[in-house]
C-alpha cells in the first residue's frame, strides 16, 4: 500500500480532495471522513494536504502553498480541517438549507439538533444514540428542498467536555488509541457509540433545541412554529445564498414539524421526560 495518496471527500454534490503522506496521515484522514468519501463526478473545490513526518511525529495541514497548522497535536489540524472542508461545502451552496445541528433518526424518521457551539448539542446527540436513536451527525445538516436531512457524519465532536459526563457515553481507558483525545477536545468515532451505524438522509419529523445548564432542572417547553423558525435561522449558514435568507422555507419547514425547547442540567430523568413526544413519531 502506498504511503502517497489522496481521498475525494463529499458532501450533499460538494467536494474536496484530502491528500497524506504516510500510513498516519492516511489514518487521521479515514478517522474524519470515512462516512464523506465519494467518488464524485465534480472537479473538487479544493485540495488539503495532512503530512506527518519525524518523530516524534509532527503533523502539518496545508491549503496549497499555504501552511494551516504545524505541530503535535492531532485535536487542532482534526478540526480546522473538518471546519475547511465544511466551508467549502456551503460557501456558495443554495440548494438546501445549511443548519448548525446534529441529527438522529427514529424509525427512519428524522430528528434536527440545532444549537451554536456551547450549546451541548453534541455531547445530547451522542446520548440519544446511546439511549437507541440512529446517529447521523453533530455538526451540520442540509435540509433539502424535499425536507430531507443530509448529514455531515463526522466523528463526535466536543470541546472542553466535563469528563465525568463523558464517562457516561465511553470508557476513554479503554477506548485510547480509537480517539483523539486532547485537553483542547475530544472526537469520538460514533462507531464505538453505535456499532451498527448505517447512513441515511430521514424526512424531518422532529425538532429539539437542546441547552446545557449546570443544576438546571429538566424543562421542556413545545415551541411555535414562529418561534422554531426564529430560533433555526439563527443555526441557518448559508442563508446568505438563498432567497429571501430561506426565511420562508423554514417558516413552512417549522409550520410541519414538531419543536421543543429543552433545558437540563444532567440526563438523569431526561430520556423518560422526552419517551412521549419521541414514541409520537411515525412507526
Known sequence: MSNNGSYTVGFSGQCVEIGYNSPEARSLA?????????????????????????????????????????????????????NEVIYQCIVDYSKGHAVHAGALSSNDHGILVPGESGSGKSTFVAWLALKGLHYLSDELVFISENGDLQPFTRPISLKNPDRSLL????????????????????????????????????????????????????????????????????????????????????????????AYQLIYGSFDGLFERLQPILSRLPH
Open 30 to 82: 479515514e478517522f474524519l471522513f470515512c462516512d464523506l468519501l465519494t467518488e464524485s463526478a465534480h472537479p473538487p473545490r479544493a485540495r488539503y494536504d495532512i503530512l506527518v513526518v519525524g518523530n516524534p511525529p509532527q503533523i502539518s495541514l496545508w491549503q496549497g502553498n499555504k501552511k494551516l497548522y504545524f505541530g503535535e497535536s492531532k485535536y487542532k489540524p482534526a478540526y480546522m480541517l473538518i
Open 167 to 258: 464517562s457516561t457515553l465511553i470508557d476513554l481507558n479503554l477506548e485510547q488509541d480509537k480517539l483523539i483525545n486532547e485537553p483542547q477536545g475530544i472526537m469520538i468515532p460514533h462507531r464505538l457509540i453505535q456499532p451498527d451505524f448505517q447512513p441515511g438522509t430521514p424526512p424531518l419529523s422532529l425538532i429539539l433545541f437542546p441547552h446545557f445548564q449546570q443544576g438546571a432542572e429538566i424543562e421542556i417547553t413545545p415551541l411555535s412554529s414562529a418561534r422554531s423558525c426564529f430560533q433555526l435561522m439563527e443555526c441557518h449558514v448559508n442563508a446568505r445564498n438563498i432567497s429571501g435568507h430561506g426565511f420562508n422555507d423554514l417558516a413552512e419547514i417549522t409550520r410541519r414539524t414538531e
